[in-house]
């Protein structure tokens, strides 16, 4: 059987982002390895060989003809993007909310009134899993189309083990359908149901007893994750229920430190979690042990926006030593957008981080915030042949020109889809 080949050629500027196997972290961040007029051959998918087009044309001159060649003249070419942290698989919206948060009412006043994750939840439970696949297929087509190649999807929206295993179910259907690849995130300590409302405790108990024993039977999810806030999850519940989730081989993850600081940075350290997420409380302890462990922040700044509160601070973290990622948190509630342009954008002008930084930032970073490092990422030999090819000469003009998607083409999978803006 004939390889199917593509040339990718003459990149204006080609972003490798080529080096350890380890996400970026302070200086590192701010080196791209970039390649002018860069080229990459790629043989079934996968990356076989990049650098200069005149290095690359005379190694396969005698192929050249028999592939696909895509002309890259005077355009950025990058690693497609990775989005690390997002409540993909979920029923109904919640635009209601955003006029009552306009109009004064804060994100917990509206959570503990019956709407925040309550009101999703409620919409998921009655959603069928044909309609849950349905709208979360367009929303994966939207993801593609902002230069998105590979997403985290959490559960969350649940709450019972039926509901819970239905979500990460569709995930995986999408997982095998749709071209992103999908990773999926077992979240049932999203909120507390109304039931248990009078006795968290007990629904602890039952995440710990029920809900994680079967995701990890079934093999539905990679990691768990908790939302560890006041009001919400104590940091003691969070641990019980992130150790009782490496007991089955579900790695940590943790929402820590979003509305107040409450050791949630702390906790990630202490149980070694792959990433801590919002952080936008966090406190210099807790960005301290971070550092020291390797904990990688996934920082979302769209939800901040969003909510109309501070920013986390990227500037400092990264000044900190901490491996920094940025993602959408795609939700209906508090992030309701597929725009990782955007959140890009939103880094460099509101947390201090710089266009190459947020740039590793949705690429290796991420792909390591989600343990797909090895594969993507990164343009390097070996790797999922996932890119990007922007209408724009550099990749500093994805931030000078903000608010734009500067997508020419999305290269994903065996079938190199191209989606043209």
């Given at each position: 059987?004939?390889?199917?080949?593509?040339?990718?050629?003459?990149?204006?500027?080609?972003?490798?982002?080529?080096?350890?196997?380890?996400?970026?972290?302070?200086?590192?961040?701010?080196?791209?390895?970039?390649?002018?007029?860069?080229?990459?051959?790629?043989?079934?998918?996968?990356?076989?060989?990049?650098?200069?087009?005149?290095?690359?044309?005379?190694?396969?001159?005698?192929?050249?003809?028999?592939?696909?060649?895509?002309?890259?003249?005077?355009?950025?070419?990058?690693?497609?993007?990775?989005?690390?942290?997002?409540?993909?698989?979920?029923?109904?919206?919640?635009d209601n909310e955003f006029d009552m948060r306009l109009k004064g009412a804060s994100y917990m006043e509206i959570m503990n009134a019956g709407g925040g994750i309550h009101a999703t939840t409620s919409a998921t439970r009655r959603a069928t899993h044909e309609q849950l696949f349905s709208e979360s297929y367009e929303r994966l087509n939207r993801f593609m189309l902002q230069g998105v190649t590979t997403v985290e999807a959490k559960s969350g929206y649940g709450l019972t083990t039926e509901d819970e295993l239905k979500q990460l179910e569709v995930a995986k259907a999408l997982n095998e359908k749709h071209p992103i690849d999908i990773v999926s995130t077992f979240m049932g300590a999203h909120a507390v149901p109304a039931d248990f409302k009078d006795d968290p405790d007990r629904f602890v108990n039952h995440v710990i007893k029920d809900m994680i024993p079967k995701?990890?039977?079934?093999?539905?999810?990679?990691?768990?994750?908790?939302?560890?806030?006041?009001?919400?999850?104590?940091?003691?519940?969070?641990?019980?229920?992130?150790?009782?989730?490496?007991e089955y081989g579900l790695l940590p993850k943790i929402h820590a430190d979003e509305i107040e600081p409450y050791k949630g940075a702390e906790l990630a350290a202490e149980v070694g979690a792959v990433s801590a997420d919002h952080l936008l409380k966090a406190s210099d302890e807790g960005i301290k042990k971070m550092a020291e462990t390797g904990v990688i922040a996934v920082l979302l700044p769209g939800t901040a926006f969003f909510l109309m509160a501070e920013m986390a601070n990227g500037r400092k973290m990264i000044d900190a030593g901490v491996p920094v990622a940025l993602s959408t948190?795609?939700?209906?509630?508090?992030?309701?957008?597929?725009?990782?342009?955007?959140?890009?954008?939103?880094?460099?002008?509101?947390?201090?981080?710089?266009?190459?930084?947020?740039?590793?930032?949705?690429?290796?970073?991420?792909?390591?915030?989600?343990?797909?490092?090895?594969?993507?990422?990164?343009?390097?030999?070996?790797?999922k042949a996932d890119l990007n090819i922007?209408?724009?000469?550099?990749?500093m003009h994805l931030q000078y020109m903000y608010g734009e998607n500067h997508i020419d083409t999305v290269l994903k999978k065996e079938k190199l889809k191209s989606v043209r803006g």
């Open positions: 059987m004939s390889k199917k080949t593509v040339f990718v050629r003459n990149a204006s500027q080609l972003v490798t982002l080529k080096g350890e196997d380890a996400p970026r972290v302070g200086g590192e961040m701010e080196q791209l390895g970039i390649i002018e007029n860069g080229s990459v051959w790629i043989e079934d998918g996968k990356i076989v060989s990049v650098g200069s087009d005149a290095e690359l044309a005379e190694r396969y001159k005698g192929q050249i003809e028999t592939a696909e060649t895509i002309d890259a003249s005077g355009k950025l070419v990058t690693p497609g993007f990775v989005d690390p942290h997002t409540h993909l698989v979920h029923a109904g919206t919640r995701v990890a039977k079934m093999g539905l999810a990679e990691f768990n994750d908790v939302f560890c806030e006041r009001g919400v999850f104590t940091p003691e519940q969070s641990k019980r229920i992130l150790e009782a989730g490496l948190d795609s939700n209906p509630g508090s992030s309701p957008t597929v725009s990782l342009p955007l959140i890009m954008n939103l880094g460099c002008l509101k947390m201090g981080m710089t266009p190459a930084e947020v740039l590793t930032a949705v690429t290796i970073n991420a792909a390591h915030a989600i343990k797909r490092g090895h594969e993507v990422g990164s343009l390097e030999v070996g790797k922007f209408k724009v000469p550099t990749y």
